[in-house]
């Protein structure tokens, strides 16, 4: 699951339906959905060690 991360496709979609689907990570944990929302995200670009 490591390869996972979340999107949106804003500015093209409503952000709202996106904002649902990650409310249904939440059987997961909150680690696992923080690092599915953004943590990736952020390890990925180099935005934070």
Same mark, same amino acid.
């Not at 649902?20 to 059987?27: I, R």
């Not at 696992?32 to 990925?44: G, H, L, P, S, Y």
């Given at each position: 699951?490591?390869? @996972?991360?979340?999107? %949106? ?8 339906? %996106? ?16 690092? @599915? ?13």
């Amino acid at each position: 699951m490591e390869a @996972i991360a979340f999107g %949106s496709h804003a500015p093209f979609d409503y952000v709202g339906p %996106s904002l649902v689907k990650l409310e249904n990570l939440a059987p997961l944990g909150p680690a696992e959905q923080k690092k @599915i929302a953004w943590r990736k995200a952020v390890a990925f670009f180099g935005l934070a060690p």
